[in-house]
């Protein structure tokens, strides 16, 4: 599990789980844990019961409490839709009631194999543990929180199935009684303390259910698992079909609906980049694996030498243009095949800082008259496009908003200030053609100019397809530091106070702030308008599902850009900008596809 030194990137670790994920998975799958929390779950085979979520990076199990299995729920790859409730679950009472994010998550069902059984399956592709048969348990063991059929105390209520939990305190969540969920001795056990309450979904909160006081339940486990087991036997024969999953975090300072929507938007994105050869390049991943699926990752000891290497020399004083712009291509590499190397970018810090250093020294701090010339322009959409790299699948190290959030964020703003610039500046024009060593040098690594035999194109078309891919790269960064945004936004913590609205605060004296984004809803409309037919390439539909966000974050969270966004861009949106015709162009495959679409109907109902 990733990790800081010798502690975990959670805030609060639960030793006992993590010794269990760590005892029962493989290491490949251990690494890529991102977070686990305990919620109540609530699905078509479960019902409240009181479990650990536990989210990679592609998948989300859910393990027992305490854990004994662990379960596949469900795939990134068939998520269709992650959204908060606003309601009261009626089982939970007082502050825990009022408090509780209710998560509901859409997917679509796998396909049932021959013998059902899917909610108990366990991933052996994960290299998770074989569950044993249910006739093979203990009789005191949990199955799923010991799922039990009726209750003695009301008449009216024995055919009702209720889940029960063990009496286990969680390290990052408040005791189980707490929730009204009810608490049931498990031989051998402890006399219980005062019991608590479940309500019922026909039952008013005034009439709790109590356990009888001599403690015995009817345990008929396994008519229960025999009934749940014939009803996939009976689906097994139906098609795929969407399902939903409830998660009722309990804990006052959840960030489970963040862990999730932050795992299924990086997944999406590195699915869908996935299907791009040369984006596949980049992370050695072979034409026929699954998206995710990449080489055999070399150890964290080795990952740190070879970063300490590469550091130093980018750090040494005196470094020319050709050189600093090499060694950042290996660091965006290196840092789109290993994670590991990204957590390691953001522990250093000196790397981050000389990055953005560059970045206003190169963009804003030494240009010509004229404007910016070639080699200005490539460098800097090199360090942004690194340091979005760097942003991916790191959103629970600490060592990120540590950095970006020290001395009132200074870093953050450097950054978000370094990056915007003004897409009508004038470039630097040099001659008819291409005569500058150094610039002629960088344009060579760039791969759309190697296809060009004659490179016969004048420095002024050459130097605006360069603003182009700056302004591109800009806005995949701002995307990123959005979603930090995003997460700060829904941290009750005083100290996280890089929000969306103080992202957007910090841009709002930049001069160029407004035609940068009007630049990005001019592409928005230019995508999705009829002027295109072709399908858009997986490059295209990421960068346009970033561009969405950032145009619905401006509408969403700044006043004065929303009102830009709607006196300049309310008719193109209305007029030129159909659902339909962004439907043909988001190939169906993509798994970016129908999230980008829901953004794009958003703002449209937003700019009206």
């Known amino acids: 599990m990733a990790r800081t030194g010798s502690g975990s990137l959670l805030s609060r670790r639960n030793i006992k789980l993590d010794s269990f994920l760590k005892r029962n998975t493989e290491r490949a799958v251990y690494e890529r844990i991102r977070a ?12 409240k019961v009181y479990m650990h979520v536990v989210l990679t990076d592609e998948r989300v199990y859910l393990a027992e409490y305490p854990p004994r299995t662990l379960t596949e729920a469900f795939s990134f790859r ?6 908060l409730v606003n309601d009261l679950p009626d089982f939970l009472r007082g502050k825990d009631r009022e408090l509780c994010q209710h998560i509901r998550i859409t997917y679509v069902t796998e396909k049932p194999a021959t013998r059902g059984r899917d909610w108990l399956r366990v991933d052996q592709r994960a290299g998770l543990p074989p569950v044993a048969p249910p006739s093979r348990r203990p009789s005191n063991c949990s199955t799923l929180g010991n799922t039990l059929e009726g209750y003695p105390a009301q008449s009216d209520r024995e055919a009702e199935g209720v889940h029960m939990m063990r009496t286990a305190r969680s390290a990052s969540c ?11 001795p498990h031989p051998p056990t402890q006399p219980s303390s005062t019991p608590p309450y479940l309500y ?15 403690g015995k339940v009817p345990r008929r486990i396994g008519s229960v698992l025999s009934r749940l087991l014939k009803r996939d036997a009976v689906n097994s024969s139906r098609e795929e079909k969407e399902a939903e999953l409830h998660l009722y975090a309990v804990s006052h300072t959840s960030r489970l609906y963040l862990h999730l929507q932050s795992s299924w938007n990086s997944y999406i994105i590195r699915s869908t980049l996935l299907l791009d050869p040369l984006y596949r390049g980049w992370c050695r991943a072979s034409s026929d694996s699954p998206p ?9 000891e080795r990952t740190a030498h070879l970063f300490a290497q590469l550091s130093s020399e980018l750090l040494q004083e005196g470094i020319s243009v050709e050189s600093l712009y090499l060694l950042l291509q290996e660091l965006r590499t290196a840092a789109h095949r290993n994670v590991t190397l990204r957590r ?18 190169s963009l804003h701090g030494c240009q010509s008259v004229s404007g910016v010339t070639a080699d200005q322009l490539l460098l800097s959409t090199l360090i942004v496009q690194t340091l979005a790299v760097m942003f991916r699948e790191t959103e629970v190290e600490p060592a990120r908003l540590n950095l970006l959030s020290a001395k009132k964020g200074a870093l ?14 004038q470039t630097q024009n040099q001659g008819s053609l291409i005569n500058c060593e150094v610039s002629c040098s960088l ?3 760039q791969y759309y100019y190697l296809f060009n035999p004659v490179f016969n194109v004048t420095v002024a078309l050459c130097l605006q397809a360069l603003l182009s891919e700056y302004l591109d790269a800009a806005s995949s960064l701002l995307f990123e530091l959005l979603l930090l945004g995003h997460e700060a936004s829904r941290c009750s913590s005083a100290d996280n106070f890089l929000s969306v609205g103080w992202i957007l605060r910090v841009l709002q004296p930049h001069p160029h702030l407004t035609s940068f984004i009007g630049y990005q809803a001019q592409q928005v409309v230019l995508v999705l308008s009829d002027l295109q037919e072709s399908f858009l390439s997986p490059v295209q539909s990421v960068l346009l599902f970033q561009r969405c966000r950032l145009l619905l974050a401006c509408l969403q969270y700044n006043t004065q850009l929303g009102q830009h966004l709607r006196s300049h861009f309310r008719e193109e949106f209305r007029y030129f900008v159909k659902l339909s015709c962004a439907e043909e162009k988001l190939p169906p495959h993509y798994l970016i596809s129908q999230p980008t679409l829901r953004l794009v109907e958003q703002i449209q109902t937003l700019l009206r």
Request: hydrophobic share 40%; glycine share 4%; proline share 10%.
């Open 78 to 83: 068939r998520v269709r839709d992650i959204q």
């Open 174 to 184: 408040p005791n189980p009684e707490t929730l009204g969920l009810p608490r049931f």
């Open 292 to 300: 995710g699926k990449l080489l055999p990752a070399i150890s964290w």
């Open 443 to 445: 344009l060579l690594t």
């Open 344 to 361: 390691l970018f953001w522990r250093s810090g000196e790397v981050c800082v000389f990055l953005v250093q560059t970045l206003e020294e």
């Open 200 to 214: 019922s979904s026909t039952s008013s909160p005034s009439s709790p259910l109590s356990i009888p006081e001599n």
């Open 412 to 425: 953050a703003s450097r950054m978000l200030l370094a990056l915007i610039c003004d897409p009508e500046q």
């Open 36 to 47: 686990y929390e305990p919620c109540v779950v609530v699905s078509h085979t479960v019902n």
